[in-house]
């Protein structure tokens, strides 16, 4: 998230106080993980027919490390 975030600011037309990560499916799950692990870089968080588990991660699970 340290190399992506400030490459898409560079690059594209953003606004890092209204950053949103949503996702279909699998990738619903995905957008709920790193909304997890990224506490605070995202105003809005979502899932389209995704697994959610909002529950603390279990250690050593990828999201978790």
């Known amino acids: 998230m340290d190399m992506v975030l400030p490459f898409v ?3 594209f037309r953003t606004a890092p ?3 949103a990560i949503a996702g279909l499916s699998m990738g619903g799950f995905g957008a709920l993980a790193l ?3 990224y506490w605070g870089h995202f105003r809005s968080v979502s ?4 697994p ?3 529950g603390a991660s279990p250690p050593g699970y ?3 490390r």
Do not use: F, I, T
């Open 47 to 50: 899932s389209y027919s995704g």
């Open 62 to 64: 990828w999201w978790a």
């Open 17 to 19: 106080d209204r950053m």
């Open 9 to 11: 600011h560079s690059n």
């Open 35 to 37: 909304g997890q692990r």
């Open 52 to 54: 959610a588990d909002c």
